[in-house]
Every structure is written in structure tokens, then in C-alpha cells.
């Protein structure tokens, strides 16, 4: 035992006994304590030091205390330490934290030592962070120390300081290269303790336990990069580990078996289109040339083609001899079965993400990789120029008079139980009632390259049936569609291509022509070739010889083709069975499970190139809508300044009309007042009772003026307003006019029938009722005409009281009375009883111009909200557009790595096929 050690455990005390001396170390060191003082100069630490251990064994701690606190040499230090001790053991916390902090030693041991033992005292306070902190620096002091390291595993482990007892690992496992360390931090890894640590920071353990142990290197790495996905620091793992990784020496030969299925799991998981090129084209070469350095036996085609095609989309990203490497894996890996199935799902991802972007890939491309997955069906495309008989034939193999007119659709016939026609564009699918509607679908008023229409037609077809095969007919090509034909969009679909020669003129220059673009296009599509019109020949050797001359011509083309000849006037039995002979002897006889997987990633990058092309569709429809829609904003403020200057012209026209009745009417009652007021002096008499005379003439007078009134005026303003009423009709019926050819002209530019300017004609019956009801009576307010207080008529009755009781005075009143009521002026009663009379039309009048607002109101109201509508979408096109130029990657981008992983498809199917 070393000095050091006697001194941790106490038992320095034993160098004081000899050895086979039974005497008990307290009489021992008590005698030797009394030799000691027996000397001039006696030195008694070290006796003390030794009698303080044993009575700290002895549990006699405050003796020991008083033993240790006297030693002034170098015993001082671990002195002071041991009586730290036995106040722990006495439980006088406080007492042993402060002589464990007052001690100064050099001594690592020691210091450790007195570390440990505040651990313990920090714990039992529960004072956490001294007790990290004491730890930390025991280790830090001497990790080698027996224990240190696992008593502050234990510590932190215990106390859930996983921050510190992964720091802990990492620094044991970097220094001792110990696999315990590493197998330790690797379980903090995978219980996730290690998420919270920038990916750098194991880049050194990494190091390290790449050059002690490469299969745990590989569990630690693929643990950590399991606990960094799904976190905000996983693309710095990313480049982190990739980064010190290719500085590695790892190889194939290695195994790397799990890490190698992480790459691949993380690299398609990158490319999934969730993510942008800008975030992950940094970090992908480097990613796949490290997968390809390691990449086992299983994944080495999928890591291989992962290269290959990155670089094809990317160029240049990839070195050269990764890419070497990369073609030689692929050249000599076994044959992938799985294309078709990994295409399919490729597919259905671009569909489903073209959904979440509210776009749809176009029907015909969904309709073509449904029909696809039929593996038994045979797809045999009919093409021939225009006149070659090419609809005869078809309807001699389906055995109807289906196509019985030029078409402008594909058609595709297929053997069916249940008969059902549907007519499939890009944007909609459509079901067929009868053949009429087929006829009508198919026909070529229906004609538009835009709008590419094929239709599916469904039904019991025995020869199909028995034949496994699939008619699709194209329209007759002509110089108006040579260059856009439907059929060269067909053509990956079909299985092969049966082109219609006329025997009058067989394989012309056009149809070399055509035949020459098919064959550069698609140059594993296998062509044949039907003779028509056969029957045209004079004589059957001249025919035989134009069957032999043709195909001369044709065998030099197209060596592997065969030619049928073929009559709709000769027995359709026999043709029919010699056609199933020749179906059955010129069967492709490629690799289906290949040529399918071919045509479905063709039909996936005519997806992707779709999707990429309705893009930029998408943003000129915007721009467009914009254009219009602000054109349309500038048309229909207009028309609003057109409708309110004809709405201000006809109220101005309307009231204008209506006052001039009013004038008429008021200038006909002031002029004729008068007159029938003097004409009541023929009511005055030399008889008349010149007493009351003035009361009975004012009645009399009123009562005309009302007969007047009643039976003149009335009459004739109600005949004046009904003339008025049809000028305002005339008047409203020119404006409706004018608004239904403006909304006619809307309507045109709008394609829609959506704006109606139907204006309020019930205006016109309001009109009609109150003017009969203002017409129908008017209430006569009795006029003062002789009653009043002027001069003449005050001498007139008070001389008519006066003279009037002598009968002599009767002609003389007569007489002036006469004169009176013959020269008074009466125009002042004229005015009081036109006021009266038009007061109710005055009335009317003051509404007329709030009517005719009434009138014009709604197609102001369709106007304004027309207005408000192409605002509404030109901001809407402004924000769509915006964010289709602040972020285009965000839709360019996914379809990109589609094409990446559709280009890896390719080069995987492609493998070991020579």
C-alpha cells in the first residue's frame, strides 16, 4: 500500500506497529507519545496524526478532532481533511465544507480526495450545482483517479445532468479511447440526450472511434444522425458529418451496412420535394459520394444511379471519379425488377403534390398510366393519311359501323363487360349518354389542338377480346395537322403501330415523311404495315404485284415490319382470321415488364414537363387576368360616367317635360280666373239683395272657379300626364336600350352572360297611380274674392247696406257693382288659386328626380359591383403573382428533384440489361 493510499483510508498509524504485536494501536502510540516527550525537542505530529486515525475508527471523532488540530507540519493538509471527515461523521455539515475549502495542498490526491467528500456533503444539502461543480474539477484534476470518472457518471446519471455526463463520455471516450465510453455515450444518444449538442461537438469522438473500432463508429454515427432528424440543427449534422466523413478511409469492404441504409433513407428523403434545391445542393455531393464510398452490395445500384442522375440535373457538382465509379456499379449490377413499382409511387407523389398545389397533372397523362397497370392488353395504334380507309378497317375489326365520318379524337376501343364511353381532356373527364354523342364527341367540329381529346370507348369487342388487344384510332392526317397531330403523343403509349397504306398509292413521300419523324422519336416502336383499298386492282396479280412492290420499298425502312393487305368488300371472316394470324405472328416480343417500365417514366417527365409548363401557364393567365381585368376596370367606370350622364340627362329631359305641363297648366288657370270672375257680373241684377250681394257673389264665384277647376283643368293635366308619362316612358325605353347593347357587349367580352342593366320600370306605374290619384279630385279651398278690404269693395257694401233698402238706389248699385266686378283686376286670386291647384303636383315634381335615380339604380349597382369584382382580381393576380416571383423555387424545385428521381428510375432500370 502506498503512503497516499494509508493516507485515504487512515491508516498511516500502522507504520507504528510491529509486526506480530498484539498490543492495541492506542497503548502503542500512547507510549511512543510519552518517549517523544521525553526529548529536548520532541515532535509529536505525526504520533498525534496516527492517535487522531485510530479514534476515528474507534468512532471517537472528537477526539480525533482534537489530535488533527494541532498538527502544524505536513500532515497538516490531510489533517485538516480528516477532520473534515469526522465532523461529517459527527453530521456538522458546515464544519466539514469549511475545513474541506481552507485546504491548500499541491497534492492531487488529496485534493481529489477532499472533492469527493464535499460531493457527498453538496448532495446530502442538496446543494446540486457545488456538487456538479466539485466533480467536475475531481475529474478534470486527474481523470485517471481510481473511480473519479464513474462516481461522476454515477453522479449525473442519477441527477438527470445529461449535459454533463455527455460531455463527460465524450471527454473519457476522445482521452482513453476506451469502447465502454463510447458504448456509454452512444446510449445517451439513443435515449436522446444528445439533441441539445451542435453536431461538432462529437466530431472529435467520431475521429477518435473511427481509428479504434469501425463497427462502433458506425452504431454511434447512425445513432446520431437518427437524434438530429426532425430537428432544426439536422442539415448542420448534414454537412458536419459528411465534411469529416470524406476525410475517412472507410470503404466497401468495410460492411457498412446500417450506415449505408441511412444514406439512402436520408438522401431520398432530401430529394422528397419538401425541402428547396438551394438548402440541399450544398450538402448532396459530398452526401452521395460518401454513401457511394460505403454503400453495401444491397444499395450499391440505388447509390450508383442516386450519382449519376444528380449529376445529369446538376452537372458538374459530382468529381469525375465518383461518377466513374458510380457508371461501372451500374454497369455491372444485376437487372432491378422494381422500376415499374418505384415509378408508380413516383408518379402518385407528383400527383399528390400537384393536388396540395391545387393543380392538376393533366387527365390524359393520369388516363394513360391507369391503362399502363392492364399488363395483358396489347395497344395497337392505327395511323394513316386522310382517304386510306383507315375507319373501314377499324369498324371491320370491332365488328360495328362506329366511326362512320371523319374524327377529330382518339379513340380507343378495349374489350369491356360493362359498355362505357367517356371523353377525356386535360381538364375534364365527360361520360357519353349514346353513339349519337360519341359521333358528336369524336366528330371534327370538335377539333382543337388546345383542347386534345381522347375517348374511351368501353364495350364487348369479341376480336379485341380474344386478341388481348386494344384499338386506339387517330385521326386521318392531313398538311392542316402534319405538324401537331394527336398521334405523336400516343405513340410511347401504344405497343405498336399498324400504319394504313392506300393501294393506289402506297408508301408516298408524305408518309415516309411521317414515318421517318415517328421512327427518330420513338425508334423501339415496332411498325406494320396495312394495304388498303386492295380491291381498287384491276387484277389480282396486278394486285399481288403491288403487295410485292410495296413492300420492297417498305423492307429497305423498315426491315423487322410486315404488311397486310386488306379490303372492306372482300369476306370480312376470312380477313378477319387472316389479321389474327398476322396479330399473332407479329406480337412484340420485347421485355414487357421492361418496355412497361419504359413507357410509365416516360408518362411521369410528361408529367413533371406539364406541371412545369402549367406554371408558367398559370402566370400568364395571371398577367393576363391583370391586363384584361384592369381593361375591364377602365371599360366599366366608363359605361358608370355613360349611365350617370344619360341618367342626368333623362331626369333633366323627365322634369323639364313634366314643368313645362306645370307652367302650361299655371298660366292657362292665372289667364283664365279673371276671366270668369268678370263673367260672374252677368250674375248681378237690379233685383239683387245688394245687402248680402257680396257674400252670395263670392259663393257663386268659388263654385265657377271649381266647375272650372273640376272640368276643364283636371281633365286636361291628367291627359298632359299621361302624355308625359309616355315621353318618360319613351325616354327610359331609349336608355334600357342603350344599357342592354352595353351589357350585351360586356357579356361578349366577358364570354358570360353576367351582366344584366335591367332598369326599374316600376317607376313609370308609381307615376301612372299618383297621377290618377292626383287627378282623380282636387280639394277646392274657397278664394275671399269679395270679402276682402280693398277700397272700392268697402264703398261697395257699405253702400249697399246703405242705399240698398231704398228700391230707387237698385240701378245705380246695379250699375256700379257691374263695372266693379267687370274691370277689377282678378290676377292676384288667378296666381293664389294656381298656387293652391299645383301645390300636390309641386309636390310630385320635387320626387321625380329621386324616381328616376331609382330607375338607374341597379345598373349602377351591376356596374359598380362588376368594378369592385375585376379589382378584387387583379389584386388577387397581383398577391398570386408576387408570390410566384418572390418564391418560384418553391414550385420549380420539387418538380426538379422529381426529374432527379425519375432520372435515377431510369438508370436503375436500365442496369444489367446490357
Not at 286 to 296: A, F, G, M, Q
Not at 805 to 811: E, I, T, W
Amino acid at each position: 500500500m502506498t503512503f497516499e493510499e494509508q493516507l485515504i483510508k487512515k491508516t498511516y498509524f500502522e507504520t507504528y506497529m510491529e509486526s506480530g504485536n498484539r498490543t492495541h494501536p492506542v497503548r502503542v502510540l500512547g507510549e511512543l507519545y510519552l518517549e517523544e516527550q521525553k526529548n529536548d525537542m520532541p515532535d509529536l505530529s505525526h504520533i498525534r496524526f496516527a492517535q487522531g486515525e485510530v479514534y476515528f475508527h474507534n468512532k471517537d471523532f472528537e477526539a480525533a478532532i482534537f489530535k488533527w488540530e494541532n498538527i502544524t507540519n505536513e500532515f497538516e493538509p490531510w489533517a485538516k481533511k480528516n477532520m473534515g471527515d469526522a465532523f461529517l461523521e459527527l453530521g456538522l455539515l458546515a464544519s466539514a465544507e469549511e475545513l474541506y475549502l481552507t485546504i491548500d495542498t499541491d497534492s492531487n490526491v488529496l485534493k481529489i480526495e477532499s472533492g469527493l467528500q464535499l460531493l457527498s456533503l453538496y448532495i446530502e444539502q442538496g446543494k446540486l450545482e457545488k456538487a456538479v461543480a466539485v466533480i467536475k474539477k475531481s475529474v478534470s484534476l486527474d481523470p485517471d483517479y481510481p473511480g473519479v470518472t464513474e462516481i461522476a457518471r454515477a453522479f449525473f446519471e442519477e441527477h438527470h445532468d445529461w449535459d454533463n455526463a455527455v460531455e463527460l463520455a465524450v471527454n473519457e471516450g476522445v482521452r482513453t479511447g476506451s469502447p465502454k465510453w463510447f458504448d456509454v455515450l452512444n446510449q445517451y444518444v439513443e435515449q436522446g440526450h444528445t439533441a441539445q449538442f451542435a453536431p461538432d461537438y462529437f466530431n472529435e469522438a467520431l475521429s477518435v472511434l473511427f481509428q479504434v473500432d469501425r463497427s462502433r463508429f458506425e452504431q454511434l454515427a447512425v445513432s446520431l444522425w437518427e437524434s438530429y432528424k426532425g430537428q432544426s440543427s439536422y442539415m448542420t449534422w448534414l454537412r458536419e458529418f459528411n465534411q469529416l466523413f470524406s476525410g475517412m478511409d472507410g470503404n466497401r469492404k468495410d460492411g457498412w451496412t446500417h450506415l449505408s441504409a441511412v444514406y439512402q433513407d436520408t438522401y431520398f428523403e432530401l430529394i422528397n420535394g419538401d425541402r428547396l434545391i438551394k438548402e440541399i445542393s450544398p450538402l448532396i455531393p459530398e452526401l452521395l459520394t460518401n454513401w457511394l464510398k460505403i454503400t453495401s452490395p444491397v444499395n450499391s445500384l440505388v447509390s450508383a444511379s442516386s450519382i449519376i442522375a444528380w449529376n445529369e440535373v446538376f452537372p458538374g457538382t459530382i468529381t469525375s471519379s465518383a461518377i466513374h465509379d458510380a457508371e461501372n456499379l451500374v454497369l455491372n449490377s444485376r437487372e432491378y425488377h422494381d422500376g415499374y413499382e418505384d415509378s408508380m409511387q413516383l408518379f402518385k407523389s407528383i400527383i399528390e403534390w400537384a393536388e396540395n398545389h391545387e393543380i392538376e397533372v393533366g387527365n390524359r397523362i393520369k388516363w394513360m398510366v391507369q391503362e399502363l397497370q392492364e399488363s395483358n392488353v396489347h395497344n395497337l395504334l392505327i395511323a394513316g393519311i386522310t382517304g386510306n380507309g383507315k375507319s373501314s378497317f377499324v369498324n371491320t375489326i370491332v365488328g360495328e359501323e362506329l366511326i362512320t365520318a371523319p374524327t377529330a379524337a382518339v379513340i380507343r376501343f378495349k374489350n369491356e363487360e360493362n359498355p362505357e364511353i367517356h371523353e377525356i381532356t386535360d381538364t375534364d373527364v365527360r361520360q357519353i349518354t349514346d353513339l349519337e354523342d360519341f359521333k358528336d364527341s369524336a366528330g371534327i367540329r370538335r377539333q382543337t389542338h388546345k383542347n386534345e381529346t381522347i375517348i374511351d370507348f368501353k364495350a364487348e369487342f369479341p376480336f379485341l377480346r380474344e386478341h388481348e388487344l386494344a384499338l386506339i384510332d387517330t385521326p386521318g392526317i392531313n398538311s392542316n395537322n402534319y405538324d401537331k397531330h394527336p398521334l405523336y403523343n400516343y405513340l410511347r403509349f401504344a405497343d405498336s403501330l399498324l400504319f394504313v397504306l392506300n393501294a393506289n398509292d402506297p408508301f408516298t413521300e408524305k408518309e415516309r415523311e411521317i414515318l421517318s419523324k415517328i421512327s427518330e422519336y420513338f425508334p423501339d416502336l415496332p411498325i406494320h404495315f396495312l394495304l388498303n383499298k386492295i380491291d381498287v386492282i384491276y387484277s389480282q396479280q396486278e394486285a399481288i404485284d403491288v403487295f410485292d412492290q410495296t413492300w420492297a420499298e417498305i423492307s429497305q425502312y423498315y426491315p423487322d415490319s410486315k404488311m397486310f393487305a386488306f379490303s372492306s368488300n372482300y369476306d370480312k371472316g376470312k380477313q378477319l382470321r387472316d389479321f389474327s394470324d398476322f396479330i399473332r405472328t407479329n406480337r412484340s416480343t420485347v421485355d414487357f415488364e421492361q418496355e412497361r417500365t419504359a413507357k410509365l417514366q416516360f408518362f411521369v417527365r410528361r408529367a413533371i414537363t406539364y406541371l412545369l409548363d402549367k406554371r408558367i401557364e398559370i402566370e400568364n393567365n395571371h398577367m393576363e387576368s391583370i391586363s384584361w381585368n384592369e381593361e375591364m376596370v377602365s371599360k366599366l367606370n366608363g359605361a358608370i360616367n355613360q349611365l350617370g350622364d344619360i341618367e342626368e340627362e333623362k331626369s333633366s329631359s323627365i322634369q323639364k317635360s313634366y314643368r313645362k305641363i306645370k307652367d302650361e297648366t299655371r298660366a292657362e288657370i292665372i289667364e283664365k280666373i279673371p276671366e270668369i270672375l268678370r263673367g260672374c257680373s252677368e250674375l248681378v241684377t237690379e233685383d239683387s239683395d245688394f245687402g248680402k250681394i257680396h257674400a252670395e257673389m263670392d259663393e257663386e264665384m268659388n263654385k265657377k272657379i271649381q266647375e272650372y277647376l273640376d272640368g276643364t283643368v283636371l281633365p286636361k293635366f291628367h291627359e298632359d300626364l299621361r302624355g308625359w308619362i309616355q315621353h318618360s316612358k319613351d325616354e327610359f325605353d331609349q336608355s334600357q336600350n342603350y344599357l342592354n347593347e352595353m351589357a350585351e357587349g360586356f357579356n361578349s367580352m366577358y364570354g358570360d352572360e353576367r351582366i344584366s342593366l335591367d332598369c326599374d320600370f316600376r317607376v313609370l306605374d308609381d307615376w301612372r297611380r299618383d297621377a290618377d290619384r292626383m287627378t282623380n279630385g282636387v280639394h277646392y279651398e274657397k278664394v275671399n274674392i269679395m270679402n276682402r278690404s280693398t277700397p272700392q269693395q268697402f264703398f261697395l257694401k257699405s253702400a249697399g247696406k246703405l242705399l240698398g233698402v231704398l228700391p230707387q238706389n237698385n240701378a245705380m248699385l246695379y250699375n256700379r257693382y257691374k263695372t266693379y266686378l267687370e274691370t277689377e283686376d282678378y290676377y292676384e286670386i288667378g296666381v293664389t288659386i294656381a298656387k293652391r291647384f299645383l301645390q300636390q303636383f309641386e309636390i310630385f315634381e320635387k320626387s321625380i328626380e329621386r324616381d328616376v335615380n331609382l330607375f338607374f339604380k341597379n345598373p349602377f349597382k351591376v356596374l359598380e359591383e362588376a368594378v369592385e369584382e375585376a379589382k378584387s382580381e387583379i389584386e388577387y393576380g397581383k398577391n398570386e403573382l408576387e408570390k410566384m416571383r418572390i418564391n418560384p423555387e418553391l414550385y420549380r424545385d420539387p418538380l426538379t428533384l422529381y426529374e432527379v428521381k425519375l432520372r435515377q428510375y431510369e438508370w436503375m432500370t436500365a442496369a444489367g440489361r446490357g
